[in-house]
């Protein structure tokens, strides 16, 4: 292939998240001004996180619903096969509800820390058929945020409110649908998580991750990612991390007897923002 074919056929692949870097910057510019001028407490500027949180917040609200018309890979299949009592972390204002198939589900339990993406959740789990099964909380994935949240809720009353590596879980389904690229520990969340899956649970995945350049991958796309991030990435997308080894730190999860099933597969693994879609399971 000459060079002016691979430009054609590549740069715009690789140049597609400026588009989405551009609209967060966007964003966080507009949150800035509302701050200052709107709601006049210019003090909550020095609160950067904060700031960070409710701006993307303010992005997903705007664009969440365009961004989640197409999932990649097999998603909305196992996701309409998820039953009895789900865990679904980082729902957003509930895009991905309509996938769920409410008739199969007994309680679901959705770990949201953006409050002001709390209403249209609530909305949306009520439209898509939910009803008194959806409960929402107000935290992170994190096992500091999301334990004192579940306990609260009165899921984990058999458990005393504790979860350990020996636990048997609570839950038959956990579903983490492009979250785990900002959570702030991944390894200790996603170990937090594999503890609270009953035995035989079933772990949803829809993540974007480091391009596996040395396998499937391109070289080309992994240093667009350390452009992007270099840009900014992580900043203006509320802490989202375009190169994450999520793929490893999940099957790591389950420690040394492994899962008893551990299907994933990446999806556009040549792009800057490739998936691994797929389902794990824990061992009976």
């Known amino acids: 292939m000459g060079f002016p074919a691979w430009v054609i056929n590549n740069i715009p692949t690789l140049l597609r998240p400026l588009l989405l870097l551009s609209l967060s910057i966007y964003h966080f510019t507009l949150t800035v001004y509302e701050t200052i001028f709107v709601e006049k407490q210019p003090k909550q500027l020095f609160d950067l996180r904060k700031l960070r949180f409710k701006s993307f917040a303010r992005l997903w609200t705007h664009h969440g619903e365009e961004m989640s018309v197409e999932m990649p890979g097999p998603l909305t299949d196992l996701?309409?096969?998820c039953h009895g009592v789900v865990l679904d972390i980082g729902p957003g204002s509930g895009q991905i509800l309509p996938r769920f198939?409410?008739?199969?589900?007994?309680?679901?339990?959705g770990a949201e820390p953006a409050a002001e993406l709390h209403p249209a959740l609530l909305k949306n789990a009520k439209k898509f058929g939910f009803g008194d099964k959806y409960n929402n909380l107000l935290c992170g994935a994190e096992p500091e945020s999301l334990i004192p949240a579940l306990d609260k809720s009165g899921v984990l009353r058999q458990m005393n409110g504790r979860i350990s590596e020996k636990s048997e879980g609570v839950f038959d389904e956990i579903c983490c649908v492009r979250v785990l690229c900002g959570v702030p520990t991944p390894k200790e969340t996603i170990r937090g998580l594999y503890n609270l899956l009953k035995p035989g649970g079933r772990m949803v995945i829809c993540e974007h991750v480091v391009n596996p350049w040395r396998t499937e991958g391109r070289i080309?796309?992994?240093a667009m990612q350390l452009f992007y991030t270099l840009l900014g990435w992580p900043?203006?997308?509320?802490g989202c991390e375009l190169q994450r080894h999520t793929f490893?730190?999940?099957?790591?999860?389950?420690?040394?007897?492994?899962?008893?099933?551990?299907?994933?597969q990446y999806i556009e693994p040549k792009t800057t923002v490739p998936f691994i879609v797929g389902e794990l399971k824990k061992r009976s």
């Open 235 to 238: 900043f203006f997308m509320g």
């Open 220 to 222: 080309a796309a992994r």
């Open 79 to 81: 996701l309409s096969q």
């Open 101 to 109: 198939d409410p008739k199969l589900i007994t309680a679901m339990y």
């Open 248 to 264: 490893d730190y999940l099957k790591e999860a389950a420690g040394e007897e492994g899962w008893a099933s551990f299907n994933l």
